[in-house]
Nanobody, 124 residues
Framework: QVQLVESGGGLVQPGGSLRLSCAAS????????IGWFRQAPGKEREGVSC????????YYADSVKGRFTISRDNAKNTVYLQMNSLKPEDTAVYYC?????????????????WGQGTQVTVSS
């Protein structure tokens, strides 16, 4: 059974940084691409980033490109999202999820399993 547990969210001022972590279990982690999507109140889900299983290729939404960095540690079954230069519009619940592809990272309908999410609030 796929389990994904996110952590690292919180309240941060604009321009600040956070590092989200996602601990995965219940599947062969290094066989699968894995990513992050977010959902703000009253808004649609947005595919934020995805990292491939094999060559480390990545996808980033235009809204976060140059500010966010996704990485994975296959030895620890963990994926990370380093978020820098945070903006108020980054405020959302962030979910770690399987099913993404780096070719179609914006297609949130491809995500098939996700965790409980972690709240990120960017506010002064």
């Amino acid at each position: 059974q796929v389990q994904l547990v996110e952590s690292g969210g919180g309240l941060v001022q604009p321009g600040g940084s956070l590092r989200l972590s996602c601990a995965a279990s219940g599947f062969t982690f290094d066989y699968y691409a894995i990513g992050w999507f977010r959902q703000a109140p009253g808004k649609e889900r947005e595919g934020v980033s995805c990292i491939s299983s094999s060559d480390g290729s990545t996808y980033y939404a235009d809204s976060v490109k140059g500010r966010f960095t996704i990485s994975r540690d296959n030895a620890k079954n963990t994926v990370y999202l380093q978020m820098n230069s945070l903006k108020p519009e980054d405020t959302a619940v962030y979910y770690c999820a399987t099913g993404c592809t780096v070719e179609d990272g914006e297609r949130v309908e491809l995500y098939d399993s996700w965790g409980q999410g972690t709240q990120v609030t960017v506010s002064s």
